[in-house]
């Protein structure tokens, strides 16, 4: 691979997400063949997949079967639900996008997760934990938690990101010194 | 159903659009919000908005030849309707409206 061929993997995502654009497609390689770095253009590819997966119906509900299955893993099987924890973390990262959007139903969320995990987490017997594994338990069933209520909140969040739309733009800066 | 209000981000593509002129295709519109409104943005968000843009009759495109630092993929040129044109007029009446007579906007710069 050339320095001014983009990465095969990050292409391949650009061209899945850009949902046939081609002139995007060719934007894309274009700005990195004069000189954008392969952080930038896999920044690109990151971004249109996560706006791709909110705005598609069906990778939605992909992943809503997804949050639902991993969160009953992650309560149901202790034993397997370190790989659960792992998936949860992901989802919580994707859904920092929703920070700028929708900052209060983040935050509700949150706080409804943690209000419901709290307490489970008294009444258990973490004085016979490690450590390690009493972190880990708290982290699990905040998780667990959040995925429960996330689950919940789709329809309400569906409803919210249908009006602005997942490429919506935060408001303009405006910069008077140019 | 016709638009009766521009988004702050749809005007903003407008001028670009209009400020580069013939050239106006993906790269030279995210250049020139780049450099004249110094703010970055998602190329994939351009698209998004002038694919609206277009479904509204506010810009039209056209497709040039493709070529190879594209990786053999065309660009795709757009142009201001004159009922852009129109919009974006009204968007900077309504706007110099609201602007004017603001106590707290007259006599300095902070």
């Not at chain 1, 997400?17 to 004069?34: C, H, I, K, M, P």
């Not at chain 1, 509900?61 to 992650?74: E, N, P």
Request: hydrophobic residues 50%.
């Amino acid at each position: 691979m050339t320095p001014h061929t983009p990465p095969r993997l990050a292409a391949a995502l650009i061209r899945l997400a850009a949902n046939a654009n081609d002139a995007l497609v060719g934007d894309l390689e274009e700005q990195f063949r004069s000189g954008r770095s392969r952080r930038w253009y896999w920044g690109q590819a990151a971004r249109m997949l996560m706006a791709r997966c909110v705005d598609d119906q069906r990778l939605r509900l992909l992943m809503t079967i997804a949050v639902l299955l991993v969160t009953s893993l992650s309560v149901g099987w202790w034993g397997t639900s370190r790989l659960a924890v792992l998936l949860l973390l992901g989802f919580t990262f994707t859904s920092w996008r929703l920070w700028r959007l929708h900052r209060t139903t983040l935050v509700l969320l949150y706080a409804t997760s943690v209000a419901l995990v709290l307490p489970n987490w008294m009444m258990a017997d973490t004085l016979v934990m490690s450590g390690g594994d009493r972190l880990f338990w708290a982290i699990a069933r905040v998780l667990a938690g959040y995925g429960v209520v996330g689950v919940l909140m789709v329809p309400f969040l569906i409803l919210r990101l249908g009006r602005s739309g997942p490429l919506a733009e935060p408001p303009i800066a405006l910069s008077l010194t140019r | 159903m016709d638009r009766q209000f521009l988004t702050d981000f749809e005007l903003i593509i407008l001028l670009a659009v209009l400020r580069v002129g013939d050239s106006a295709y993906g790269v030279s519109i995210a250049n020139e919000i780049e450099q004249t409104g110094g703010r970055t943005v998602l190329l994939a968000a351009i698209y998004t908005a002038l694919d609206r843009l277009e479904d509204n009759g506010l810009v039209t495109s056209s497709y040039g030849d493709p070529t190879p630092e594209r990786g053999g993929r065309a660009k795709r040129f757009f142009k201001v309707t004159p009922k852009g044109l129109k919009a974006v007029k009204e968007t900077q009446r309504s706007f110099v409206s609201l602007w004017s007579g603001i106590p707290q906007l007259k006599g300095g710069t902070a």
